[in-house]
């Protein structure tokens, strides 16, 4: 990095954490912030600082949520019956979007990865099972990333749920192999949904 002030090299540091955002980027962006009247950077500080403590996590699905109630499981319109098991709470906003699913979610917060350290405990699965039983899930369609942790997950959650007697189903059509859910467009998304079969 040139040898910019000292303030400037701390923001262009931060904003590199960002995915995808290099050197160049960072740098742009900074350059860029310089330009802005104050009240913009004020409000754009307190919307990162503020951001954490103003959104909570489900303690039942583990989506995010606002304040008080979750949009999902507090949510006489949705479909109660089916489940989506999805592993970030990212991935529920993606399938929203499709407009072709209306029932529940569940986040596992993680995949299966014993590369990395992540191992059965973090999936949490007698909290998965338990809300499967106490809703009277009647199906699940787990809508996990085309990898292969999203691949090893799948088929740990078949073999546990298979012992329920309730349809589980994948989404595969169409998904492109290697991709996270995120990077998937909602056409192709969509279509995985309602092709999903059972499995
Ligand atoms: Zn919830």
Redesign the pocket.
Known sequence: MPKYPLALQQLISSLKMLPGVGSKTAERFAFHLLTWPNEMLEKLGEHVTSVKEKIGT?P??H?L?DQAA?D??DNSRRNSSLLCIISSPKDAYAIEETHVYNGLYHVLGGLLSPLDGRTLQELNLPHLLKRIATLQIREVIVALDSTLEGDATALYLKEQLSKLDIPVSRLALGLPMGSPLEYVDGGTLSRALTGRHIY
Request: aromatic content about 12%; some cysteine.
């Open positions: 489900c039942q699905c989506c949520k979750c999902f499981c």
